[in-house]
Protein backbone atom coordinates (compact mmCIF):
# COMPACT_ATOMS: atom_id res chain seq x y z
CA UNK A 1 0.00 0.00 0.00
CA UNK A 2 1.33 3.40 -0.78
CA UNK A 3 -0.48 6.56 0.21
CA UNK A 4 -1.35 7.11 -3.52
CA UNK A 5 -4.20 4.68 -2.27
CA UNK A 6 -5.95 6.83 0.17
CA UNK A 7 -9.66 7.87 0.09
CA UNK A 8 -12.02 10.13 1.65
CA UNK A 9 -13.09 6.90 3.97
CA UNK A 10 -9.65 6.71 5.19
CA UNK A 11 -11.32 7.06 9.25
CA UNK A 12 -13.53 4.62 8.18
CA UNK A 13 -10.78 2.34 7.37
CA UNK A 14 -8.23 3.12 10.07
CA UNK A 15 -7.47 0.19 12.34
CA UNK A 16 -6.28 2.10 15.39
CA UNK A 17 -9.75 4.53 15.01
CA UNK A 18 -11.71 1.21 14.86
CA UNK A 19 -10.21 -0.75 17.64
CA UNK A 20 -9.17 2.17 20.03
CA UNK A 21 -5.83 0.62 20.17
CA UNK A 22 -3.17 2.78 21.04
CA UNK A 23 -0.33 3.30 18.00
CA UNK A 24 2.49 1.33 20.17
CA UNK A 25 0.26 -1.76 21.12
CA UNK A 26 1.97 -5.23 20.52
CA UNK A 27 1.18 -7.87 18.93
CA UNK A 28 -0.55 -9.59 21.82
CA UNK A 29 -2.29 -6.42 22.60
CA UNK A 30 -3.84 -5.98 20.11
CA UNK A 31 -4.86 -9.89 19.90
CA UNK A 32 -6.34 -9.47 23.06
CA UNK A 33 -7.91 -6.30 22.07
CA UNK A 34 -9.62 -7.26 19.11
CA UNK A 35 -10.92 -10.84 20.43
CA UNK A 36 -12.22 -8.58 23.52
CA UNK A 37 -14.37 -6.30 20.90
CA UNK A 38 -15.77 -8.85 19.08
CA UNK A 39 -17.15 -10.98 21.68
CA UNK A 40 -18.93 -7.60 22.34
CA UNK A 41 -20.09 -7.10 18.80
CA UNK A 42 -21.42 -10.93 18.97
CA UNK A 43 -22.98 -9.76 22.13
CA UNK A 44 -24.68 -6.79 21.23
CA UNK A 45 -22.41 -4.49 22.97
CA UNK A 46 -20.79 -2.79 19.85
CA UNK A 47 -19.88 0.76 21.41
CA UNK A 48 -19.25 0.66 24.58
CA UNK A 49 -16.03 0.45 24.33
CA UNK A 50 -14.88 4.13 22.61
CA UNK A 51 -11.81 5.17 21.66
CA UNK A 52 -10.11 8.20 21.55
CA UNK A 53 -12.09 10.75 18.41
CA UNK A 54 -15.11 7.98 17.88
CA UNK A 55 -17.01 7.77 14.94
CA UNK A 56 -20.31 9.24 14.69
CA UNK A 57 -21.56 6.23 13.18
CA UNK A 58 -20.06 2.47 14.87
CA UNK A 59 -18.34 0.67 13.40
CA UNK A 60 -19.70 -3.12 13.17
CA UNK A 61 -17.60 -6.42 13.11
CA UNK A 62 -16.38 -6.72 9.59
CA UNK A 63 -14.97 -3.52 10.25
CA UNK A 64 -13.36 -5.13 12.75
CA UNK A 65 -12.09 -7.90 11.24
CA UNK A 66 -10.69 -5.87 8.26
CA UNK A 67 -8.71 -3.80 11.10
CA UNK A 68 -7.08 -7.08 12.29
CA UNK A 69 -5.85 -7.69 8.87
CA UNK A 70 -4.54 -4.07 8.19
CA UNK A 71 -2.51 -4.15 11.89
CA UNK A 72 -0.86 -7.65 10.45
CA UNK A 73 0.90 -5.78 7.54
CA UNK A 74 3.39 -3.43 9.00
CA UNK A 75 3.51 -1.05 5.82
CA UNK A 76 -0.34 -0.72 5.89
CA UNK A 77 0.30 -0.33 10.05
CA UNK A 78 2.40 2.23 9.48
CA UNK A 79 0.34 4.27 7.18
CA UNK A 80 -2.60 3.93 10.07
CA UNK A 81 0.01 5.11 12.34
CA UNK A 82 0.63 7.93 10.58
CA UNK A 83 -2.79 9.22 10.29
CA UNK A 84 -3.48 8.29 14.00
CA UNK A 85 -2.49 10.02 17.17
CA UNK A 86 0.45 9.64 19.29
CA UNK A 87 1.53 9.72 22.86
CA UNK A 88 3.46 12.98 23.20
CA UNK A 89 5.06 11.56 26.33
CA UNK A 90 4.18 8.10 28.66
CA UNK A 91 1.67 10.02 31.03
CA UNK A 92 -0.18 11.69 28.05
CA UNK A 93 -2.81 14.05 29.81
CA UNK A 94 -4.07 15.33 26.38
CA UNK A 95 -4.93 11.10 25.42
CA UNK A 96 -6.98 11.24 28.57
CA UNK A 97 -8.75 14.14 27.82
CA UNK A 98 -9.89 12.71 24.58
CA UNK A 99 -10.50 9.40 25.94
CA UNK A 100 -12.95 12.04 28.57
CA UNK A 101 -14.88 13.56 25.46
CA UNK A 102 -12.67 16.66 26.11
CA UNK A 103 -11.49 17.68 23.00
CA UNK A 104 -11.01 21.52 23.48
CA UNK A 105 -8.35 20.29 26.65
CA UNK A 106 -6.27 18.53 24.17
CA UNK A 107 -5.98 20.72 21.71
CA UNK A 108 -4.54 23.45 24.29
CA UNK A 109 -2.13 21.04 25.50
CA UNK A 110 -0.92 20.22 21.88
CA UNK A 111 -0.83 23.99 20.75
CA UNK A 112 1.19 24.31 23.76
CA UNK A 113 3.90 21.57 23.81
CA UNK A 114 7.21 22.92 23.50
CA UNK A 115 9.46 22.46 20.61
CA UNK A 116 11.30 19.38 19.72
CA UNK A 117 10.59 15.82 19.51
CA UNK A 118 7.26 16.13 22.13
CA UNK A 119 6.07 19.74 19.85
CA UNK A 120 6.51 17.81 16.71
CA UNK A 121 4.55 15.05 17.84
CA UNK A 122 2.11 17.41 18.85
CA UNK A 123 1.65 19.17 15.82
CA UNK A 124 1.02 15.94 14.02
CA UNK A 125 -1.94 14.98 16.63
CA UNK A 126 -3.05 18.10 15.58
CA UNK A 127 -2.95 17.65 11.99
CA UNK A 128 -4.54 14.39 12.42
CA UNK A 129 -7.31 15.61 14.66
CA UNK A 130 -8.29 18.43 12.26
CA UNK A 131 -8.19 15.96 9.65
CA UNK A 132 -10.52 13.58 11.19
CA UNK A 133 -12.95 16.47 11.88
CA UNK A 134 -12.54 18.01 8.24
CA UNK A 135 -13.78 14.02 6.93
CA UNK A 136 -16.20 13.15 9.42
CA UNK A 137 -18.90 15.39 7.76
CA UNK A 138 -21.00 13.74 4.50
CA UNK A 139 -21.46 17.74 3.11
CA UNK A 140 -18.60 20.64 3.36
CA UNK A 141 -20.07 22.94 6.72
CA UNK A 142 -18.31 25.73 7.60
CA UNK A 143 -16.51 23.91 10.57
CA UNK A 144 -15.21 21.44 8.36
CA UNK A 145 -14.15 24.08 6.36
CA UNK A 146 -11.88 25.59 9.01
CA UNK A 147 -10.93 22.05 10.15
CA UNK A 148 -9.80 21.47 6.31
CA UNK A 149 -7.95 24.58 6.35
CA UNK A 150 -6.26 23.90 9.64
CA UNK A 151 -5.50 20.46 9.08
CA UNK A 152 -3.52 21.59 5.78
CA UNK A 153 -1.75 24.49 7.86
CA UNK A 154 -0.95 21.35 10.71
CA UNK A 155 0.02 18.76 7.86
CA UNK A 156 2.45 21.36 6.15
CA UNK A 157 4.96 21.78 9.29
CA UNK A 158 4.75 18.11 9.66
CA UNK A 159 5.93 17.32 6.15
CA UNK A 160 8.75 19.64 6.91
CA UNK A 161 9.85 18.84 10.00
CA UNK A 162 12.76 16.39 10.08
CA UNK A 163 12.50 15.44 13.68
CA UNK A 164 8.88 14.16 13.30
CA UNK A 165 10.30 12.25 10.24
CA UNK A 166 13.18 11.29 12.31
CA UNK A 167 10.58 9.53 14.98
CA UNK A 168 9.34 7.91 11.92
CA UNK A 169 12.18 6.33 10.60
CA UNK A 170 13.01 4.83 14.60
CA UNK A 171 8.96 3.61 15.06
CA UNK A 172 9.92 1.50 11.68
CA UNK A 173 13.00 0.13 12.58
CA UNK A 174 11.14 -0.49 16.07
CA UNK A 175 8.31 -2.71 13.93
CA UNK A 176 11.42 -4.12 12.40
CA UNK A 177 10.45 -5.56 9.41
CA UNK A 178 12.28 -5.97 5.82
CA UNK A 179 9.61 -3.55 3.99
CA UNK A 180 10.26 -0.68 6.37
CA UNK A 181 13.47 0.66 5.67
CA UNK A 182 14.48 4.30 5.47
CA UNK A 183 13.55 4.43 1.71
CA UNK A 184 9.95 3.67 2.85
CA UNK A 185 9.72 6.38 4.97
CA UNK A 186 11.24 8.71 2.95
CA UNK A 187 8.50 8.39 0.22
CA UNK A 188 5.63 8.18 2.58
CA UNK A 189 7.25 12.05 3.43
CA UNK A 190 7.49 12.97 -0.51
CA UNK A 191 3.56 11.43 -1.01
CA UNK A 192 1.64 12.95 1.95
CA UNK A 193 1.39 16.26 0.24
CA UNK A 194 0.03 14.72 -2.41
CA UNK A 195 -2.28 11.86 -0.87
CA UNK A 196 -3.88 14.77 1.24
CA UNK A 197 -4.68 16.63 -2.22
CA UNK A 198 -6.17 13.57 -3.85
CA UNK A 199 -8.45 13.03 -0.97
CA UNK A 200 -9.72 16.89 -1.16
CA UNK A 201 -9.93 16.37 -4.98
CA UNK A 202 -11.76 13.25 -4.62
CA UNK A 203 -14.55 15.07 -2.20
CA UNK A 204 -14.79 17.91 -4.94
CA UNK A 205 -15.47 15.59 -8.10
CA UNK A 206 -17.99 13.62 -5.67
CA UNK A 207 -19.61 16.93 -4.69
CA UNK A 208 -20.25 17.79 -7.93
CA UNK A 209 -21.72 14.19 -9.26
CA UNK A 210 -24.04 14.52 -6.28
CA UNK A 211 -24.82 18.08 -7.51
CA UNK A 212 -23.38 19.94 -4.56
CA UNK A 213 -21.70 22.63 -6.32
CA UNK A 214 -20.82 25.13 -3.64
CA UNK A 215 -19.37 22.20 -1.72
CA UNK A 216 -16.93 21.61 -5.10
CA UNK A 217 -15.84 25.11 -5.42
CA UNK A 218 -15.31 25.18 -1.50
CA UNK A 219 -13.26 21.44 -2.43
CA UNK A 220 -11.02 23.47 -4.64
CA UNK A 221 -10.20 26.19 -3.06
CA UNK A 222 -9.24 24.70 0.26
CA UNK A 223 -6.68 22.82 -2.10
CA UNK A 224 -5.34 25.82 -4.10
CA UNK A 225 -4.79 28.03 -0.09
CA UNK A 226 -2.82 24.97 0.82
CA UNK A 227 0.51 26.36 0.78
CA UNK A 228 0.89 23.27 -1.97
CA UNK A 229 2.25 23.42 -5.36
CA UNK A 230 0.20 24.74 -7.75
CA UNK A 231 1.45 21.56 -9.99
CA UNK A 232 1.04 19.12 -7.28
CA UNK A 233 -2.46 20.64 -7.00
CA UNK A 234 -3.73 20.30 -10.88
CA UNK A 235 -2.63 16.40 -10.77
CA UNK A 236 -4.53 15.78 -7.67
CA UNK A 237 -7.29 17.22 -9.43
CA UNK A 238 -6.70 15.72 -12.58
CA UNK A 239 -6.63 12.26 -11.58
CA UNK A 240 -9.83 12.59 -9.43
CA UNK A 241 -11.56 13.90 -12.60
CA UNK A 242 -10.06 11.20 -14.77
CA UNK A 243 -13.22 8.99 -15.23
CA UNK A 244 -15.22 11.87 -16.63
CA UNK A 245 -12.24 12.20 -18.85
CA UNK A 246 -12.21 9.01 -20.11
CA UNK A 247 -16.17 9.06 -20.54
CA UNK A 248 -15.88 11.91 -22.66
CA UNK A 249 -13.05 10.02 -24.82
CA UNK A 250 -14.49 7.28 -24.90
CA UNK A 251 -18.09 8.47 -26.03
CA UNK A 252 -16.33 10.91 -29.10
CA UNK A 253 -14.40 7.73 -30.27
CA UNK A 254 -17.83 5.89 -30.39
CA UNK A 255 -19.25 8.43 -32.22
CA UNK A 256 -16.49 8.41 -34.41
CA UNK A 257 -17.04 4.81 -35.17
CA UNK A 258 -20.70 4.59 -34.97
CA UNK A 259 -20.66 7.80 -37.78
CA UNK A 260 -18.56 5.74 -40.45
CA UNK A 261 -21.16 2.97 -41.41
CA UNK A 262 -24.40 5.92 -41.65
CA UNK A 263 -22.92 9.25 -41.96
CA UNK A 264 -27.03 10.44 -42.87
CA UNK A 265 -27.46 9.71 -38.77
CA UNK A 266 -24.86 12.21 -38.15
CA UNK A 267 -27.33 14.90 -36.29
CA UNK A 268 -28.48 11.70 -34.01
CA UNK A 269 -25.11 10.40 -33.15
CA UNK A 270 -23.99 14.51 -32.52
CA UNK A 271 -26.58 15.26 -30.27
CA UNK A 272 -26.76 11.71 -28.72
CA UNK A 273 -22.83 12.49 -27.97
CA UNK A 274 -23.38 16.43 -26.34
CA UNK A 275 -26.62 15.23 -24.20
CA UNK A 276 -24.51 12.58 -22.55
CA UNK A 277 -20.90 14.34 -22.61
CA UNK A 278 -22.75 17.69 -20.85
CA UNK A 279 -22.84 16.32 -17.07
CA UNK A 280 -18.96 15.11 -17.51
CA UNK A 281 -17.81 18.25 -18.97
CA UNK A 282 -20.23 20.10 -16.13
CA UNK A 283 -18.09 17.74 -13.58
CA UNK A 284 -15.09 19.24 -14.74
CA UNK A 285 -15.86 23.28 -15.27
CA UNK A 286 -16.88 23.48 -11.74
CA UNK A 287 -13.63 22.05 -10.12
CA UNK A 288 -11.23 23.08 -12.00
CA UNK A 289 -10.67 26.65 -13.80
CA UNK A 290 -11.76 28.08 -17.37
CA UNK A 291 -8.69 27.94 -18.63
CA UNK A 292 -7.57 24.34 -17.71
CA UNK A 293 -6.11 22.01 -20.16
CA UNK A 294 -8.42 19.47 -19.18
CA UNK A 295 -11.42 22.20 -19.52
CA UNK A 296 -9.83 22.99 -22.84
CA UNK A 297 -9.12 19.43 -24.54
CA UNK A 298 -12.40 18.68 -22.91
CA UNK A 299 -14.39 20.73 -24.78
CA UNK A 300 -12.64 21.41 -28.24
CA UNK A 301 -12.72 17.62 -28.59
CA UNK A 302 -16.30 17.14 -28.17
CA UNK A 303 -16.64 20.29 -30.49
CA UNK A 304 -14.49 18.45 -33.14
CA UNK A 305 -16.23 15.01 -33.02
CA UNK A 306 -19.46 16.88 -33.05
CA UNK A 307 -18.49 18.58 -36.10
CA UNK A 308 -17.63 15.46 -37.77
CA UNK A 309 -20.80 14.09 -37.22
CA UNK A 310 -22.56 17.14 -38.34
CA UNK A 311 -20.68 17.54 -41.40
CA UNK A 312 -21.48 14.00 -42.41
CA UNK A 313 -25.26 14.25 -42.07
CA UNK A 314 -25.67 17.57 -44.13
CA UNK A 315 -23.43 16.65 -47.12
CA UNK A 316 -25.59 13.67 -46.59
CA UNK A 317 -28.83 15.36 -46.41
CA UNK A 318 -28.92 18.69 -47.14
CA UNK A 319 -30.83 19.51 -44.30
CA UNK A 320 -29.11 22.41 -43.03
CA UNK A 321 -31.43 24.07 -40.40
CA UNK A 322 -30.77 20.94 -38.68
CA UNK A 323 -27.43 21.16 -38.64
CA UNK A 324 -27.23 24.79 -37.86
CA UNK A 325 -28.82 24.37 -34.83
CA UNK A 326 -26.38 21.53 -33.42
CA UNK A 327 -23.31 23.46 -34.85
CA UNK A 328 -24.37 26.19 -32.27
CA UNK A 329 -24.05 23.90 -29.53
CA UNK A 330 -20.77 22.75 -30.51
CA UNK A 331 -19.31 26.52 -30.83
CA UNK A 332 -20.59 26.89 -27.13
CA UNK A 333 -17.92 23.91 -26.13
CA UNK A 334 -15.09 24.52 -27.88
CA UNK A 335 -12.23 26.86 -26.30
CA UNK A 336 -9.12 27.04 -28.73
CA UNK A 337 -9.74 29.71 -31.14
CA UNK A 338 -8.99 26.92 -34.24
CA UNK A 339 -11.63 24.70 -32.92
CA UNK A 340 -13.71 27.97 -32.91
CA UNK A 341 -12.97 29.26 -36.10
CA UNK A 342 -13.46 25.95 -37.61
CA UNK A 343 -16.95 25.03 -36.38
CA UNK A 344 -17.40 29.30 -36.90
CA UNK A 345 -16.63 28.47 -40.69
CA UNK A 346 -18.96 25.74 -41.11
CA UNK A 347 -21.86 27.85 -39.35
CA UNK A 348 -21.18 30.39 -42.09
CA UNK A 349 -21.09 28.01 -44.76
CA UNK A 350 -24.47 26.08 -43.68
CA UNK A 351 -25.96 29.53 -43.04
CA UNK A 352 -25.73 30.97 -46.49
CA UNK A 353 -27.00 27.21 -47.87
CA UNK A 354 -29.78 27.93 -45.88
CA UNK A 355 -30.57 30.83 -47.16
CA UNK A 356 -30.77 29.49 -50.20
CA UNK A 357 -32.68 26.62 -49.92
CA UNK A 358 -34.91 28.21 -47.21
CA UNK A 359 -38.11 30.01 -47.78
CA UNK A 360 -37.06 33.71 -46.86
CA UNK A 361 -40.57 34.58 -45.27
CA UNK A 362 -40.81 31.90 -42.86
CA UNK A 363 -37.75 30.19 -42.84
CA UNK A 364 -39.25 26.73 -43.74
CA UNK A 365 -37.65 24.47 -46.42
CA UNK A 366 -38.27 25.70 -49.54
CA UNK A 367 -40.41 24.45 -52.20
CA UNK A 368 -38.51 24.79 -56.21
CA UNK A 369 -42.19 25.09 -57.50
CA UNK A 370 -42.91 27.68 -55.34
CA UNK A 371 -40.01 30.28 -55.72
CA UNK A 372 -41.08 33.80 -56.39
CA UNK A 373 -39.71 35.65 -59.34
CA UNK A 374 -39.18 39.47 -59.48
CA UNK A 375 -37.79 41.41 -62.49
CA UNK A 376 -35.54 44.53 -62.03
CA UNK A 377 -34.20 47.13 -64.09
CA UNK A 378 -31.78 50.16 -63.15
CA UNK A 379 -28.89 52.13 -64.56
CA UNK A 380 -31.21 53.72 -66.95
CA UNK A 381 -29.59 56.02 -69.02
CA UNK A 382 -32.21 58.62 -71.58
CA UNK A 383 -30.23 59.79 -74.58
CA UNK A 384 -31.69 62.31 -76.97
CA UNK A 385 -32.78 59.38 -79.41
CA UNK A 386 -32.83 56.32 -77.17
CA UNK A 387 -32.74 54.87 -74.02
CA UNK A 388 -30.90 52.24 -71.90
CA UNK A 389 -31.22 50.10 -68.59
CA UNK A 390 -30.01 46.83 -67.33
CA UNK A 391 -32.16 44.46 -65.87
CA UNK A 392 -31.82 41.64 -63.36
CA UNK A 393 -34.05 38.25 -62.13
CA UNK A 394 -34.41 37.62 -58.90
CA UNK A 395 -35.61 34.51 -57.63
CA UNK A 396 -36.32 34.70 -53.75
CA UNK A 397 -36.50 30.92 -52.53
CA UNK A 398 -40.42 29.95 -51.32
CA UNK A 399 -42.18 27.39 -49.41
CA UNK A 400 -45.51 26.06 -50.82
CA UNK A 401 -47.75 27.33 -48.15
CA UNK A 402 -45.98 31.03 -48.44
CA UNK A 403 -46.76 30.79 -52.15
CA UNK A 404 -50.65 29.90 -51.36
CA UNK A 405 -50.85 32.51 -48.47
CA UNK A 406 -49.39 34.74 -50.99
CA UNK A 407 -52.06 34.11 -53.92
CA UNK A 408 -54.69 33.81 -51.10
CA UNK A 409 -54.18 37.30 -50.24
CA UNK A 410 -53.99 38.53 -53.91
CA UNK A 411 -57.45 37.30 -54.21
CA UNK A 412 -58.54 39.40 -51.31
CA UNK A 413 -56.82 42.47 -52.08
CA UNK A 414 -59.05 42.14 -55.68
CA UNK A 415 -62.11 41.16 -53.98
CA UNK A 416 -61.50 44.67 -50.94
CA UNK A 417 -60.45 46.78 -54.19
CA UNK A 418 -64.01 45.71 -55.56
CA UNK A 419 -65.72 45.92 -52.36
CA UNK A 420 -64.65 49.32 -51.80
CA UNK A 421 -65.48 50.84 -55.32
CA UNK A 422 -68.73 48.49 -54.67
CA UNK A 423 -69.49 50.84 -51.71
CA UNK A 424 -68.47 53.87 -52.66
CA UNK A 425 -71.02 53.56 -55.66
CA UNK A 426 -73.97 52.58 -52.89
CA UNK A 427 -73.24 55.80 -50.78
CA UNK A 428 -73.63 58.05 -53.76
CA UNK A 429 -76.58 55.82 -55.16
CA UNK A 430 -77.75 56.71 -51.43
CA UNK A 431 -78.56 53.14 -50.26
CA UNK A 432 -80.47 52.56 -47.09
CA UNK A 433 -78.03 52.94 -44.17
CA UNK A 434 -78.02 49.35 -43.04
CA UNK A 435 -77.24 47.95 -46.43
CA UNK A 436 -73.92 50.53 -46.35
CA UNK A 437 -72.97 49.65 -42.55
CA UNK A 438 -72.93 45.66 -44.12
CA UNK A 439 -70.51 46.94 -47.01
CA UNK A 440 -68.19 48.45 -44.65
CA UNK A 441 -68.29 45.78 -42.03
CA UNK A 442 -66.91 43.55 -45.16
CA UNK A 443 -64.85 46.10 -45.93
CA UNK A 444 -63.13 45.77 -42.74
CA UNK A 445 -63.50 42.18 -42.54
CA UNK A 446 -61.64 41.79 -46.05
CA UNK A 447 -59.17 44.32 -44.57
CA UNK A 448 -58.23 42.07 -41.97
CA UNK A 449 -57.48 39.50 -44.29
CA UNK A 450 -55.31 41.20 -46.29
CA UNK A 451 -53.35 41.89 -42.96
CA UNK A 452 -53.24 37.95 -41.74
CA UNK A 453 -52.07 36.63 -44.91
CA UNK A 454 -49.25 38.98 -45.24
CA UNK A 455 -45.87 37.48 -45.53
CA UNK A 456 -43.38 37.11 -42.50
CA UNK A 457 -40.93 39.71 -44.11
CA UNK A 458 -41.09 42.46 -47.17
CA UNK A 459 -40.02 41.17 -50.26
CA UNK A 460 -37.81 44.51 -50.01
CA UNK A 461 -35.82 42.66 -47.36
CA UNK A 462 -34.28 40.09 -49.03
CA UNK A 463 -30.76 40.89 -49.97
CA UNK A 464 -30.37 40.92 -53.62
CA UNK A 465 -33.87 43.14 -54.05
CA UNK A 466 -32.30 45.35 -50.84
CA UNK A 467 -29.20 45.98 -52.90
CA UNK A 468 -30.60 46.96 -55.85
CA UNK A 469 -33.12 49.02 -54.23
CA UNK A 470 -30.56 51.10 -52.52
CA UNK A 471 -28.63 51.26 -56.02
CA UNK A 472 -32.09 52.84 -57.22
CA UNK A 473 -33.28 49.77 -58.90
CA UNK A 474 -37.33 49.46 -59.73
CA UNK A 475 -39.33 46.53 -60.13
CA UNK A 476 -40.42 45.95 -63.58
CA UNK A 477 -39.32 45.07 -66.52
CA UNK A 478 -38.56 48.83 -68.39
CA UNK A 479 -38.62 52.28 -67.70
CA UNK A 480 -41.94 53.65 -68.38
CA UNK A 481 -42.38 54.91 -72.19
CA UNK A 482 -39.68 52.67 -73.63
Known amino acids: MTLADLKPDLYRQNAFRITGLPVRATAREVRRHTDRLLLMERLGKAGT ?4 LPPERPF ?7 AVQRLRDPVVRLVDELFWLWPVNGDDAAMAALLRGEPDDALHMW ?8 GAVATHNLAVFFLVKALEPDELDDDSLRSWRRA ?4 AEVIADDTFWDLVRARAEEIDDPRLTAR ?4 MRDDLPAALLSISAQLAARAVREGRLRDARRHAGVMSGSGQASQLVDDALRAALEPEASRMKALCEGAYQQLKPDPGRGDEIAERLLDEAKPLLRVLTEVLPDDHWAVRDAGDDLAHAALACVVAFVNTTKENRRALDL ?3 ALALAVTDPVRDRVQENIDIISDNLSLHACFFCGRDADPSAVLVRNMF ?5 LQWRTTWRTATIQVPRCARCKGRAARRQIVITALVLLVFVTAIAFVAGVAVEFGLILIGLDVLLLTQVVAFAPGRALEEFPPVRDLLLKRWTFGDRPRGT
Open 49 to 52: TQGM
Open 60 to 66: DEDAMQR
Open 111 to 118: EHTEPGPA
Open 152 to 155: YACW
Open 184 to 187: TVRR
Open 327 to 329: LDH
Open 378 to 382: GDVNR
